[in-house]
C-alpha cells in the first residue's frame, strides 16, 4: 500500500499506541489475585497468553517494517529548495529553532540596560549599574527575522514533501 510519509508517520503512531494499549492490557490481566477460601476460577479473567504473544509479535513486525520504510524515505528524498535530505532536514529544522530561541533573547535586549542601584550608606550616593550589550542589537534582530524567514521555508518545503511524495509499505 502507498502511504505519504506524514500518513506512514500516524500509521507509526497508531501501531505504537496498539502496542502500549495491548501490553497495558496484558499487564492488568496476566495475573490476579483471589481471597483465601474463594474459587480462583470464578474470578479469573480471560487471558490467552499464546494469542497476545503472537499480537505482540505482529505489531513488532508492523512497526519494523514502517519505521524502516520511514526511514529510508527520509535517507532518500531531498527537499526542494534546500539540498538536504530528509533526515538532514531534521536535524536542520531543531537547530533553526535553537537559533530563533538565542536570537529571539538578544534582538529583545536593550543597548544599554540599567541593573541595580547600590547604596553604600546613608549619606552615600547610590551607585547605579548597568549592563551593556557587547553586540549590534539591530544585526541581532535582522538575524533573528532572518532565521525566523528560514525556519518557516524549511518547515512547509518539509511538510511539502511529507504531504506528497509517497511510499510504498507492505504490511
Do not use: W
Not at 496476566?30 to 476460577?41: C, K, L, N, Y
Amino acid at each position: 500500500m502507498k502511504y505519504t510519509s506524514s500518513e506512514a508517520n500516524k500509521l507509526l503512531r497508531k501501531l505504537n499506541e496498539e502496542m502500549v494499549s495491548l501490553c497495558s492490557m496484558e499487564e492488568k490481566i496476566s495475573t490476579f489475585r483471589a481471597i483465601v477460601g474463594e474459587d480462583p476460577e470464578s474470578v479469573r479473567p480471560e487471558y490467552d497468553y499464546r494469542a497476545v504473544q503472537e499480537a505482540l509479535d505482529e505489531l513488532d513486525r508492523k512497526i519494523r517494517v514502517v519505521k524502516h520504510a520511514v526511514n529510508q524515505f527520509n535517507l532518500e528524498h531531498v527537499v526542494p529548495g534546500f539540498d538536504m535530505t530528509v533526515d538532514q532536514m531534521l536535524v536542520y529544522i531543531p537547530q533553526l529553532s535553537l537559533r530563533k530561541r538565542k536570537l529571539s533573547g538578544m534582538a529583545r535586549r536593550l543597548p544599554k540596560e540599567r541593573q541595580d542601584c547600590i547604596y553604600s550608606g546613608r549619606n552615600a550616593a547610590p551607585v547605579v549599574e548597568y549592563t551593556y550589550a557587547n553586540y549590534d542589537v539591530k544585526a541581532a534582530k535582522a538575524d533573528l527575522d532572518a532565521v525566523s524567514d528560514e525556519l518557516a521555508r524549511a518547515q512547509t518545503a518539509l511538510d511539502v514533501l511529507n504531504n506528497t511524495e509517497l511510499i510504498e509499505i507492505d504490511l
